[in-house]
């Protein structure tokens, strides 16, 4: 009999911590397909995140460094600097890439460091337990805007890739979702396109990736997945940005 | 031997320059030396100064609380460093800039750094001229080495820079040996 | 040549390959010197320059390059050295190789530009979150800034630990003859890192980080740091000392405040009078050893007098070395001025100490 389906050789065999429904598992699995099909994996250098990914080094099967929360294309474009032939990217969150992180995010980019950015923005902080991240929507309701996000006081979500998407250096932006399997597929697509860029010196390349939080949108995992096809994607739209 | 030397003058003067050649004119006699600038905000017209101390032995403290000799190419870097001059020590001071009558207990010097600098055909070799009175005035050090200096200085391109700092620094030396 | 570019230039010898900082006087002379020479000396190195956005950018850069397994190094004077904390804790958290350069400038806040040494604590006490130390050198001449930059990136990558060269803004910008006297120490040596990340070919994936959750798991970490900082601490004490067999008043100081202070010993001296001199090299680990010689009963007339350009931090550690045993003056400032020669002999005759 065929096999055509197994786990990546990217991914160890173990299993995750994340919650029932969360994206991150989704999006790990990705990356880790698109490292095996580019055979990069003894190449790859992984730069993780503080925030719920804070251990994907215990899941991905590469060599991998924690980063001090936002400073994770800090860290990256050392790496890459010094060992250019090897494969770097980033995986970060919205806190750590749009808040704590937005000025080493945007002079990595406007570097044009040849790295890959991977942004999962799932609009809260889930580690901390459900805050308002910078791209936490107008009247959603998080542990720190308890009456939902008010423009008068939280001002507007952050559209980050939109914002990246000027810079000259920037070479590859794209904002995906993981809310059905056409989205998932789309959302390979664009990975595997970001890795490429990498690999043929393009330059910097990022993909936002809207993920789901069932736990703190306090819904369940179906509703979650509806709620960024109908909602989230009305304030993010899915789209090449550059 | 153990020389302390106070330069001071107004940004744009050449200060750190002169200060510089000298210590790597005394690098050259396989002197002890070290030159410490006065480090600020201000990059022209601001003041500026530098202490320069050369010996025949290891050098402590880089600062220079009291000078031998004080190097002053204008009125008001001679009066802010006046004070932090030794009794009897040399005073060097910019006759061209600095006006009315100047009193210390010093060997006082008052040489037109500025007007033989303007004669030479380019101000900005006053802090040279200074130089050659110094060389001349303490005898410290031999012309030759800071000759030497001048030209390792000069950048590609801008020899002719080495020839108008030979005369001038000669032409400092001149000011002190037509003066005694 | 400048302490500034003396450290560049040390750094550069000493096989640094990554180097990242952000402006701040009085240490310019130091990134304008890497900016120029680090690419043109790049060569089998491929050593890398980068002006970081920020102090923070620069010490994270120095994590991610290190953690490649790659000689980093950055730079900064005192307010930036307070953004680099965060980085500083990691990199002691990491168990990753480092050296930090801090020109020391007047603090708290913005302060000013003049040299000082208010950054002791800071330095010596961890500086950031957690329980780590650095390594600290504290160089006092052009020359040693140059010697000590082989010392700090061979100590980093032995102990896998972050190393601060602390200097002040008079070594930085004072100009000395720099004669590059060998130095026994003064040679690189080369230390296996099997765990840096060079991609997993042939191996199992290496990790860099900083993070145990499981139970237990920290504390065990900690206590593997603590037995490092214990052998630290045993085998990497370093002073200078003058004429400590007689002295009976020892001056103890460390970098520019030394200088001013072996002027002071050679002038009493002559005079007969009887006075030495200790100057910590390194300052973390503290030279203790120095001081315990002299906690006997016979040593105790002997009288410590401590001069620093800040008001009294690495006084505490004389104190502490000295176990109470015997008596320890202080005499310092900072914000712009230094304690003179004079000052410290009006203060040795005053109180007849």
């Given at each position: 009999m065929k096999k055509i389906f197994s786990r990546p050789e990217s991914l160890k065999n173990v299993t995750t911590h994340y919650c029932a429904g969360c994206g991150h598992g989704l999006a790990h699995r990705l990356i880790a397909e698109v490292i095996d099909e580019l055979n990069i994996r003894e190449k790859v250098i992984a730069v993780a995140p503080v925030g719920c990914a804070v251990v994907a080094y215990d899941y991905w099967n590469f060599d991998c460094t924690e980063a001090a929360h936002g400073r994770a294309l800090a860290v990256g474009t050392a790496i890459k600097r010094v060992r250019p032939d090897n494969i770097v990217f980033t995986y970060q969150g919205d806190g750590d890439l749009a808040a704590i992180g937005t000025n080493e995010t945007i002079h990595a980019a406007n570097r044009g460091e040849n790295i890959t950015a991977i942004f999962i923005n799932n609009a809260i902080y889930g580690m901390t337990g459900g805050q308002m991240a910078p791209t936490t929507l107008l009247g959603q309701k998080t542990a720190t805007t308890p009456k939902g996000r008010d423009v008068r006081f939280?001002?507007?979500?952050?559209?980050i890739s939109l914002l990246l998407g000027t810079l000259p250096a920037v070479k590859y932006v794209e904002r995906v979702s993981l809310h059905n399997p056409q989205e998932i597929l789309k959302s390979k697509r664009a990975i595997k396109q970001a890795f490429q860029n990498q690999i043929d010196n393009i330059g910097f390349s990022l993909v936002e990736i809207l993920s789901p939080c069932p736990t703190y949108w306090e819904m369940s995992s179906e509703k979650a997945m509806s709620w960024i096809r109908d909602t989230m994607t009305k304030e993010f739209p899915l789209r090449r940005i550059k | 031997m153990r020389e302390k030397i106070i330069i001071a003058g107004a940004g744009g003067h050449g200060i750190m320059l002169l200060g510089k050649i000298l210590a790597q004119g005394a690098l050259r006699e396989g002197r002890e030396v070290t030159w410490l600038p006065a480090y600020g905000?201000?990059?022209?017209g601001g003041s500026a100064y530098c202490m320069v101390i050369i010996s025949d032995r290891k050098i402590g403290s880089p600062y220079v609380e009291k000078a031998d000799t004080l190097i002053a190419m204008n009125g008001l870097s001679l009066s802010r460093f006046k004070p932090r001059l030794k009794e009897n020590g040399l005073l060097l001071f910019n006759s061209s800039l600095v006006t009315g009558k100047v009193s210390a207990k010093a060997r006082i010097m008052g040489l037109p750094f500025t007007g033989t600098a303007l004669k030479l055909g380019n101000v900005k070799v006053a802090n040279v001229v200074a130089l050659g009175a110094f060389i001349a005035g303490k005898k410290v050090l031999d012309k030759k080495n800071i000759l030497r200096v001048i030209k390792d200085m000069a950048p590609q391109g801008k020899k002719d820079l080495i020839e108008i700092n030979r005369k001038a620094l000669c032409a400092g030396i001149g000011l002190i040996n037509d003066k005694s | 040549m400048t302490g500034n570019e003396a450290v560049a230039e040390g750094a550069i010898q000493a096989g640094c390959q990554f180097y990242a900082a952000y402006p701040i006087t009085p240490q310019n002379e130091l990134i304008a010197y890497m900016a120029k020479h680090m690419p043109a000396r790049s060569g089998q190195l491929n050593r890398v320059f980068i002006q970081a956005e920020s102090e923070l950018a620069a010490i994270n850069m120095v994590f991610g390059a290190s953690a490649a397994g790659k000689r980093a190094m950055t730079s900064s004077s005192s307010p930036g050295m307070s953004l680099k904390q965060e980085g500083i804790s990691y990199i002691a958290g990491a168990e990753l190789p480092a050296v930090i350069v801090n020109m020391m400038r007047g603090g708290p806040g913005l302060g000013n530009i003049a040299p000082a040494q208010s950054d002791y604590f800071q330095a010596t006490r961890g500086g950031g979150h957690g329980d780590y130390h650095s390594i600290v050198l504290a160089p006092s001449s052009v020359e040693e800034a140059y010697n000590l930059m082989f010392l700090a990136f061979n100590l980093a990558d032995k102990y896998r630990n972050p190393v601060i060269v602390l200097g002040d803004g008079t070594l930085g910008q004072m100009m000395e003859p720099l004669k590059k006297v060998r130095n026994p120490e003064s040679k690189i040596q080369n230390y296996k890192k099997p765990w840096a990340l060079t991609g997993c070919k042939g191996r199992k994936p290496n990790v860099i980080k900083s993070f145990y959750m499981k139970e237990g798991a920290l504390e065990e970490f900690n206590l593997k740091l603590q037995k490092k900082y214990k052998e630290i601490e045993e085998n990497e004490q370093r002073w200078e000392e003058s004429f400590l067999d007689d002295a009976e008043i020892i001056l103890v100081a460390y970098g520019t405040m030394a200088r001013v202070c072996r002027d002071v010993v050679d002038n009493l001296r002559e005079k007969g009078k009887k006075i030495g001199l200790v100057r910590p090299i390194s300052l973390w680990p503290f030279p203790k050893k120095v001081f315990h010689r002299f906690t006997g009963k016979a040593d105790q007339r002997k009288r410590f007098l401590v001069v620093e350009m800040s008001y009294g931090q690495m006084v505490d550690d004389v104190r502490l070395s000295c176990c109470g045993k015997a008596k320890v003056e202080f005499i310092g400032h900072s914000g712009g001025g230094i304690p003179t020669g004079e000052e410290i002999i009006r203060k040795i005759n005053e109180k007849n100490i």
């Open positions: 939280q001002g507007y979500p952050l559209n | 905000a201000e990059v022209r | -």
